[in-house]
């Protein structure tokens, strides 16, 4: 007798135990009746009926991502592949819908972006598309919002994640690119080299400014040496002409001693005979004569044109 009940001892345990099921953490399962839609069941352990119920199908209540790859031609012909990913979620209260109204959600999801990205680019420029992505992103949520929304699905966020134009134009991209910051950089070697050339100017400038001013003030000094040194000679009877020839002669014999002094100096021929200085002396002395001679002869003129313009007046 007991050898008869254990089949029907491990019936009874299989069907008690194909009672309970347990759904997992974040995921909804749907119980069918003989067909029909019966409950949903969320995580924890659940009880059905054996035979009579069964879990149609289990839905993940996490956000999910779809990668979508689109390719398109902008505004000035050029081809284009953007990625745009999206993700979404199951909306808890609507999990019906979601599992009964759509078979192949990504599939849908796919159809709506790749339709959106083909209106929305097409506008663009492609130095827009870049510099607006996020105009193309906003616009695949706005339109998956409304359309998957029936469907049970949230579209949490859209984002286009890559932007990819044919090689040859990605290439002549970065040719211009490479040209515009080598024009700049010339530029800026230029701005540079010119600041130079007006800073060495100026330099140049202020140092001979400087060093005219120094000879000046040098040539000024020995002026008035000079005049004290013949202010003293007249004092002795000597007459300027004379003290002025006296005083180049001194410098000129004061030359060939510094001259002399110096042990590197390259090999200067100067007139050194006795009779060199006089001669020096008496030349001087002519030429400030006539010269003084000139000065009185032009003075003269003058004034006799002078007076003749005067006459005639």
């Known amino acids: 007798m007991s050898i008869l009940l254990i089949p029907f001892l491990f019936i009874g345990l299989f069907i008690l135990l194909a009672s309970f099921f347990i759904v997992k953490q974040q995921t909804a399962a749907v119980i069918e009746r003989f067909g029909k839609f019966q409950s949903i069941r969320h995580s924890g352990l659940q009880l059905k009926i054996p035979i009579v119920d069964r879990i149609a199908g289990k839905l993940s209540l996490k956000i999910q991502q779809l990668d979508v790859i689109v390719e398109t031609k902008t505004k000035d012909d050029v081809f284009v ?25 990504h599939d849908q999801i796919t ?20 510099v607006k992505k996020d105009d193309i992103a906003i616009a695949v949520k706005t339109e998956l919002n409304d359309a998957m929304m029936d469907y049970g699905y949230d579209i949490i966020k859209t984002l286009v994640t890559d932007i990819d134009p044919d090689a040859q134009v990605k290439a002549a991209m970065n040719r211009i690119n490479a040209s515009e910051r080598e024009k700049v950089a010339a530029q800026y070697e230029g ?13 140049e400038a202020e140092s001979k400014r400087l060093q005219g001013q120094g000879i000046a003030d040098q040539r000024r000094e020995i002026a008035r040496g000079l005049e004290e040194s013949v202010e003293v000679l007249n004092k ?55 010269s003084n001679q000139i000065g009185e002869a032009m003075k003269e003129a003058k004034l006799n044109k002078k007076n003749k313009t005067d006459d005639n007046q």
């Open 81 to 105: 592949k953007l990625k745009v990913s999206v993700q979404y979620k199951v909306i808890r209260d609507k999990v019906y819908d979601a599992f009964y109204k759509l078979d192949y959600p």
């Open 236 to 290: 002795v009877g000597i007459n300027s002409q004379e003290a002025s020839a006296l005083i180049v002669v001194t410098q000129h014999y004061d030359t060939l001693q510094a001259i002399g002094g110096e042990t590197n100096s390259n090999l200067i021929l100067l007139p050194n005979s006795p009779q060199a200085g006089s001669n020096m002396l008496n030349d001087m002395v002519a030429s400030f004569t006539a």
């Open 111 to 130: 159809s709506y972006v790749f339709d959106v990205v083909r209106a929305e680019v097409p506008k663009m420029k492609l130095d827009d598309v870049f």
């Open 191 to 203: 701005d540079a080299q010119r600041i130079l050339i007006v800073e060495k100017a100026k330099a």
